[in-house]
């Protein structure tokens, strides 16, 4: 924990590791780092697979979801770090456009349970699906098996600002 000169407070350092393939998941993760008090570092799991997460107070965690499963650097980040991550605070956030039951079984295929179990929070952060940004396959796909035909954007401003408010209030910020 870094001294914050300025406020005589102690800061905090919060890791948010994540993966996005097509963009929706890295805005909301730039929203969150903009809302966070106290030093926040991001990480692509795609660029950097295995970030220390030792010198980090917090840890903030997530992924889309394509194909009804998160990116595969996400579980492995979990696997590799379980020690450290049971060892400090952990929120988890999806990216999807489910809601309701569908949208909690996508967390619990997402996340190993004694993560999920450790967690201070899960998070529905909406999802979007723009049809030009797509692959071909994953275009075909959508339209074949989900019927979408046209761009969908759910985005959950609201989620940001809670995780926003949990973190700092977890931090001792304002």
């Not at 963009?23 to 950097?48: H, M, N, P, Q, Y």
């Amino acid at each position: 924990m870094a001294f914050a000169a300025k406020t005589g407070k102690a800061e905090m350092k919060i890791l948010i590791a994540y993966r996005s393939k097509y963009g929706f998941t890295e805005e909301c993760v730039r929203s969150l780092k903009r809302g966070i008090e106290g030093e926040t570092i991001l990480v692509d799991l795609k660029a950097e697979r295995n970030p220390e997460t030792a010198p980090f107070d917090i840890v903030l965690l997530g992924g889309s979801i394509y194909g009804g499963m998160i990116q595969r650097e996400v579980t492995a980040f979990c696997s590799r770090n379980r020690e450290s991550l049971l060892a400090k605070p952990v929120g988890l956030f999806l990216s999807c456009l489910y809601r309701g039951e569908k949208a909690r079984e996508q967390f619990e295929s997402s996340f190993p349970g004694w993560l999920l179990a450790h967690a201070f929070g899960r998070y529905h952060m909406g999802g979007e699906i723009v049809l030009e940004k797509l692959g071909l396959i994953d275009r075909f796909l959508i339209r074949r098996f989900a019927g979408q035909r046209e761009d969908k954007t759910e985005n959950r401003g609201q989620v940001v600002a809670d995780i926003c408010r949990a973190v700092n209030q977890r931090a001792g910020a304002s």
